[in-house]
C-alpha cells in the first residue's frame, strides 16, 4: 500500500546545530504538508509544497520537494529550543509520516 | 482565527461503553477529519467527511462511526469500547480540497478504556 517513510525517527542536536527530516513515498505525490506538533500540543500546519522541485522557506525553515514528487524535506538552520516538537510530513490520500522528534539542548 | 473545539480532554470509559467524540469547528470549513494518534505510529485517518451528511473511511474505520448532521459539527462514535481504542483522538478541518487543505486541528481528546 501507499506509504510515507520518514526519517530519523528521533534527533537530539545542540542549540545552534542544523537539522534536517527528511519524508519519502513509495508513490508520486500531488502535494506534501508539513506540520509540526509541540509536546502536549496538536499538529500545526507549516507549509504545503506541490511543484516538482520547489524550494520555499520561513525564516530558519528551508522545505524541498523532490524532482520526482516522491520525496521531501524539511531543514532547519542553527536551531533554538522553540523548534523542540515533532515534525511530521503528510501526502497522498491523508497518509502521514510517522514523525521527526526533535530534541534541542541549549 | 480559526478555533476548533473538542468536547473533552481527557474521557475514562469502560470496555464496551457507546463511546460519543464531539467536534465543532467555527470556520464553515467543507471538510471534517479524525484521526488518532498513538506512540510510533503516528496520525491515523478514521473516517473524514468533505460535506454534511457526507463520509468517507479513512485508514482504520473499524470499530467506529462517523456522523456529521450539521457543518460545523463532526462527531466520532465507538459503538462498543475496546481497550485497544485507548488513544489520543484528535479532529481537523479543512477547506477547498480534503487532500490539499491546510488542516487546523482541535486539542485532542485522550481517551482511555478500561
Known amino acids: 500500500g501507499q506509504q510515507v517513510m520518514q526519517i530519523p525517527q528521533y534527533q537530539h542536536v545542540q542549540e545552534g546545530e542544523d537539522f534536517t527530516t527528511y519524508c519519502n513515498s513509495s508513490?508520486?505525490?500531488?502535494?506534501i504538508q508539513w506540520y509540526k506538533q509541540r509536546p502536549g500540543g496538536h499538529p500545526v500546519f507549516l507549509i504545503q509544497?506541490?511543484?516538482s522541485g520547489e524550494v520555499k522557506k520561513q525564516k530558519r525553515l528551508t522545505f524541498q520537494f523532490g524532482e520526482a514528487k516522491k520525496n521531501s524535506s524539511l531543514h532547519i538552520t542553527a536551531t533554538q529550543t522553540t523548534d523542540v516538537g515533532t515534525y511530521f510530513c503528510a501526502g497522498r490520500k491523508l497518509i502521514w509520516g510517522l514523525g521527526t522528534s526533535l530534541a534541542v539542548n541549549p | 482565527d480559526v478555533k476548533v473545539t473538542q468536547s473533552s480532554r481527557y474521557l475514562v470509559k469502560r470496555t464496551g461503553e457507546k463511546v460519543f467524540l464531539e467536534c465543532v469547528q467555527d470556520m464553515d470549513h467543507e471538510n471534517m477529519f479524525w484521526y488518532r494518534q498513538d506512540p510510533g505510529l503516528g496520525l491515523r485517518l478514521i473516517y473524514f467527511?468533505?460535506?454534511?451528511?457526507?463520509?468517507e473511511k479513512g485508514d482504520i474505520p473499524e470499530g467506529y462511526s462517523v456522523s456529521r448532521e450539521k457543518k460545523e459539527r463532526f462527531s466520532l462514535i465507538l459503538e462498543s469500547a475496546s481497550t485497544n481504542q485507548t488513544s489520543m483522538y484528535l479532529c481537523?478541518?479543512?477547506?477547498?480540497?480534503?487532500?490539499?487543505?491546510?488542516?487546523?486541528f482541535g486539542p485532542g481528546t485522550r481517551l482511555t478504556v478500561t
Open positions: 509544497l506541490v511543484k
Open positions: 481537523a478541518s479543512s477547506f477547498g480540497t480534503v487532500e490539499s487543505g491546510e488542516q487546523y
Open positions: 467527511s468533505y460535506d454534511v451528511k457526507m463520509k
Open positions: 508513490t508520486t505525490l500531488s502535494n
